[in-house]
T-cell receptor, first 111, second 117 residues
Framework: TQLLEQSPQFLSIQEGENLTVYCNSS?????LQWYRQEPGEGPVLLVT?????EVKKLKRLTFQFGDARKDSSLHITAAQPGDTGLYLC???????????FGSGTKLNVKP | GAVVSQHPSRVICKSGTSVKIECRSL??????MFWYRQFPKQSLMLMAT?????????EQGVEKDKFLINHASLTLSTLTVTSAHPEDSSFYIC?????????????FGAGSRLTVL
């Protein structure tokens, strides 16, 4: 069983559309991170959310941390082909000795 | 920002040989590093936690004799895949724990693609 469940698993959309990716858990996290990974490369950190209810914006990307710190969402406005990649949520547990990753969302933005 | 260098990026070896992958923190000290394995189109699977100066902690189902981890210094962790077989072919990624926005985060290496013939 995945500690962090992401949905959807796959998303193929046209350039200019909006989308939302969800990351859910039954566990409380002290923080959650979102990463983007391109083929053949390591994941790159996009954002960290720490406070319940927190909203962070990174250009066209909006990240939200649930009030109970069990879930998070990533919303992309006017998606572009450059947004294509694997999006991963992750969080530390066990006193920060481990980081677990969500199941991932593979996004493909078609021009 | 924090940079993690991983080498080699690609390696092809014959079945039965051993392969070593290095993971270095370039501008910071990393007492803890993590090794992940990733299958095509899947998320990252934690293999083990590498602790400087002590034994690595392996996840359930990961063979410690197959995947040897050494963390001899504050900037270097190595993963050695011993007696590699085709089923060990995968994308291996290391990471080091860092700090961002008041929280622990991970900085990743670029990954190593292992192909065992």
């Amino acid at each position: 069983t995945q500690l962090l469940e992401q949905s959807p698993q796959f998303l193929s959309i046209q350039e200019g559309e909006n989308l939302t990716v969800y990351c859910n858990s039954s566990s409380v996290f002290s923080s959650l991170q979102w990463y983007r990974q391109e083929p053949g490369e390591g994941p790159v950190l996009l954002v960290t959310v720490v406070t319940g209810g927190e909203v962070k914006k990174l250009k066209r990307l909006t990240f939200q941390f649930g009030d109970a710190r069990k879930d998070s969402s990533l919303h992309i406005t006017a998606a572009q082909p450059g947004d294509t990649g694997l999006y991963l949520c992750a969080g530390p547990i066990y006193n920060f000795n481990k980081f677990y990753f969500g199941s991932g969302t593979k996004l493909n933005v078609k021009p | 920002g924090a940079v993690v260098s991983q080498h080699p990026s690609r390696v092809i070896c014959k079945s039965g040989t051993s392969v070593k992958i290095e993971c270095r923190s370039l501008d910071f000290q990393a007492t803890t590093m993590f090794w992940y394995r990733q299958f095509p189109k899947q998320s990252l699977m934690l293999m083990a936690t590498s602790n400087e100066g002590s034994k690595a902690t392996y996840e359930q189902g990961v063979e410690k004799d197959k995947f040897l981890i050494n963390h001899a210094s504050l900037t270097l962790s190595t993963l050695t895949v011993t007696s590699a077989h085709p089923e060990d072919s995968s994308f291996y990624i290391c990471s080091a724990r860092g700090w961002d926005s008041g929280a622990n985060v991970l900085t990743f290496g670029a990954g190593s693609r292992l192909t065992v013939l």
